[in-house]
């Protein structure tokens, strides 16, 4: 039943402004909230809708969208056509902002910062011509920020509610004041008062999330956890002090998932869907299929899958030639790991690949198909992160019977049990990591009954957005 806030009216028009969202463009996790959460927020009564770049990847034809409006914004004294286009994808209504020099690339391709400020810039101005007038502005991330830094400046009275959900504090979006200017934005709207801020850079540089933080009405971030650990130094990234002086403002929702998209059981992208009673069987032929297409072996060992963003974030440094070739002596194992991005982390880990190169695969790419054949078929599945907001794959993971294997940070702490529904190391070094490793191999070939458990326990869990939909909607009517 809908929750009446302070004012006796009903908040049920929400919009979300975001960089992805899934499955019209997807780099991260991101994409899956962003795409997911508003068909949950439907079942608790809220229309919640996507305002996000048409970018240049999104094939508009395809998705048959609409052209509903079109305006011209004035940036550097020359005039940017933005069209407005409109699309329903799986019940949710998308608009979508195309324009042929900020959005005509991928998600993060170019300058991010000219990108969403040009993006926050067209969204402020087609809040007045959209058919639907959100009760809430929902901001995720840096990217969309901005639009409640400038319309935080209205009285209350006169404008939405405003939410912003950081869900990752590593990607802040530092700007020059001059950009600023640039997009017709004040820059005594985006001051933000605070040492650590502007001891970090000149004081001619702004911080477009911190803007956000101390603007928006509600702050959310992705895991209960990440919202502690994030007021400390250590995973602050120097906003600490800022998001500690709004913790009253400030929630942990743990993310869910997409469930229908992510089920073993209707999963179009799989060698061979399985229901959960099916779970070895159905494993064995998925991890049949990938071996015969990453020209693996065909052995009894455990296939260990990782799939990320290779980032400073996730762990990549943790994985030892050495140590692998030396486990993989006495406890034979393969390796599958799947991710993009930067390009030292990727030399790393081809490095690593070198050296074992019977058992272990690397697949530089962004591969949707391969990553759910991954889930599908491995035993074991690997989210090492030094931190983690929130963290999907070890729920996708669980989802599809594969035991993850995580360090005990932000989400991942919230969402695996040791020896219950995965195995969880503390310290981020690689001896703990080796050691860690060590233990799911024995675990595998020495103790099958607690193997068997951790993966009939992970398949149990409901990681679908039930839980978490409800905490969204209790905050909007808070605001
Ligand atoms: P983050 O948001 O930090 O990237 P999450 O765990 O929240 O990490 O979400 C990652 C999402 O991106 C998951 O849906 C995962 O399957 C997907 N993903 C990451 N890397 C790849 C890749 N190389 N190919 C396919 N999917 C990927």
Redesign the pocket.
């Known amino acids: 039943m809908l929750k009446i806030n302070k004012n006796n009216k009903m908040i049920t028009k929400i919009l979300f402004c975001a960089a992805e969202a899934a499955p019209l463009a997807k780099v991260?996790?991101?994409a899956?909230v962003v795409g997911s959460l508003p068909e949950a927020l439907k079942a608790q009564g809220l229309d919640a809708r996507i305002l996000m770049p048409a970018h240049g990847s999104i094939s508009l034809k395809s998705w048959k969208a609409k052209k509903i409006n079109s305006f011209l914004i004035k940036i550097d004294k020359k005039q940017e056509r933005v069209n407005i286009w409109y699309i329903k994808v799986k019940g949710t209504s998308y608009y979508l902002l195309q324009n042929k020099n900020y959005f005509s690339g991928h998600v993060y391709e170019g300058d991010s910062i000219s990108k969403y400020l040009f993006f926050a810039r067209a969204a402020l101005k087609a809040l007045s011509l959209l058919p639907f007038k959100p009760q809430v502005i929902h901001a995720h991330d840096f990217h969309a920020a901005s639009i409640i830094t400038e319309l935080s400046t209205q009285a209350r009275t006169g404008r939405p509610g405003l939410v912003l959900t950081i869900h990752?504090l590593q990607h802040q979006g530092w700007t020059e004041e001059k950009a600023l200017l640039k997009f017709d934005f004040c820059k005594t709207d985006f001051q933000v008062r605070d040492k650590n801020i502007s001891n970090k850079k000149t004081s001619t540089w702004i911080n477009l999330l911190a803007a956000g933080i101390k603007s928006a009405d509600k702050i959310t971030t992705v895991s209960p956890t990440y919202a502690k650990e994030i007021l400390t130094p250590a995973y602050g990234y120097g906003l600490e002090k800022l998001l500690s002086s709004r913790r009253k403002d400030l929630v942990g929702i743990l993310n869910g998932i997409d469930v229908k998209t992510y089920n073993p059981a209707g999963d179009i992208n799989l060698a061979q869907k399985y229901a959960s009673k099916d779970v070895v069987a159905g494993k064995q032929n998925n991890k049949q299929a990938v071996r015969a297409y990453l020209k693996l072996k065909e052995d009894n060992s455990p296939l260990f899958v990782f799939?990320?963003?290779f980032s400073n974030?996730k762990g990549l440094d943790l994985f030892k030639a050495e140590d692998l070739l030396n486990l993989q002596k006495k406890f034979p194992f393969q390796l599958v790991i799947?991710?993009?991005g930067e390009e030292k982390y990727e030399q790393m880990i081809l490095a690593v690949n070198k050296q074992l190169p019977d058992n272990m695969r690397t697949i530089i790419?962004?591969?949707?198909t391969l990553?759910h054949n991954l889930y599908a078929s491995a035993n074991y599945f690997l989210v090492p992160s030094k931190f983690e907001p929130?963290?999907?794959?070890q729920m996708?993971a669980m989802r599809y019977g594969a035991v993850p294997i995580v360090r005990a940070t932000g989400g991942l702490k919230d969402t695996v049990i040791h020896e219950k529904t995965g195995l969880v190391f503390k310290q981020y070094t690689s001896q703990a990591f080796n050691r860690v490793l060590k233990q799911a191999l024995l675990v595998y070939y020495q103790q099958p009954a607690l193997y068997k458990k951790m993966r009939s326990d992970g398949l149990r869990q409901d990681w679908s957005w039930q839980a978490s939909a409800p905490e969204y909607q209790r905050l909007y009517q808070e605001i």
């Open positions: 991260g996790g991101l899956d990752n799939i990320a963003r974030q799947l991710g993009s790419a962004f591969d949707e990553a929130c963290g999907l794959t996708m």
